[in-house]
Structures are given as C-alpha cells and as structure tokens.
C-alpha cells in the first residue's frame, strides 16, 4: 500500500530517467492524470495514455529526451507531503528557477501550473516543482 501516490508517480518519474527508460507505468487515478496532463502541456513528457487493462489501471508515460539522450526534467520534488502540507495564497505562488521551471498546484479550481494559478488570482497546495 503507497501512503502517498504522488511521490510515488514522482519517484517512478526520476529513476526512469535515471535509467534512461523511454516511457513509464504508474497506476491510475484522476489526481495523477492531470498532473501527467500537466507535465505535457509544459513540454516535459512527450505523451500520455490511460490504459485499461482487465485487471489492472495505469497511466503510460513517454519521456522527453533531447538529442544527446539528456532528460528535459532536470529536477523533480514534491514540495507538500502527507505530514507537511504547503500551502500558498496567490501572491506567494513560488517561481521556480527564475520562470524557467514549474510548480504544480491543487486549487478550489483543479490542478494547475503556478504561473496559471497566479493568472487566475488563486493559491491552494503546492504539490511538487519541476525544472
């Protein structure tokens, strides 16, 4: 049993691009498809695709590579955990690397980037930071 299934989809994430996988497995659920959704509207993944097995449900992963086989993500945390929650309001939304990286949040209004959070006018949880 996973006590936190994002940090899991993370974890799976970080040592397939360590071991230069092409894609990924992780099991599904609504929360980790829009962050996947997520991770591909900003370019860091090349694609995403629920499968339905018979048994089993999970979401495949293609990862980003550039031409000298170096990942796209550089780096990527989970900022709130399971016993420490992080939470912002819209002014304090963090800017990753100066713009260059990403952070994910879980508002009233869904999962989003920061940068849209801090378009829109809201805070909520800052669930992990990618660069």
């Known amino acids: ?3 936190d299934p994002i940090s899991d989809m993370l974890t799976r994430i970080r040592n397939a691009i360590a071991r230069k996988h092409r894609n990924v497995k992780i099991p599904n659920s609504k929360f980790k498809l829009e962050i996947a959704r997520i991770l591909a509207e900003e370019g860091f993944i090349s694609s995403f695709e629920k499968i339905d097995n018979d048994k089993f449900k999970y979401i495949k992963i293609d990862l980003k590579y550039s031409d ?14 399971p ?4 939470y912002v309001n819209k002014d304090n939304i963090p800017r990753i690397v100066g713009g260059f990286g990403t952070s994910i949040i879980s508002t009233s209004k869904g999962v989003m980037t920061g940068n849209k959070a801090r378009q829109i006018g809201l805070g909520g949880e800052v669930l992990c930071s990618i660069l």
């Open 1 to 3: 049993m996973v006590i």
């Open 68 to 81: 000298k086989k170096v990942s796209v993500i550089k780096d990527i945390r989970r900022i709130s955990k």
């Open 83 to 86: 016993g420490l929650r992080v």
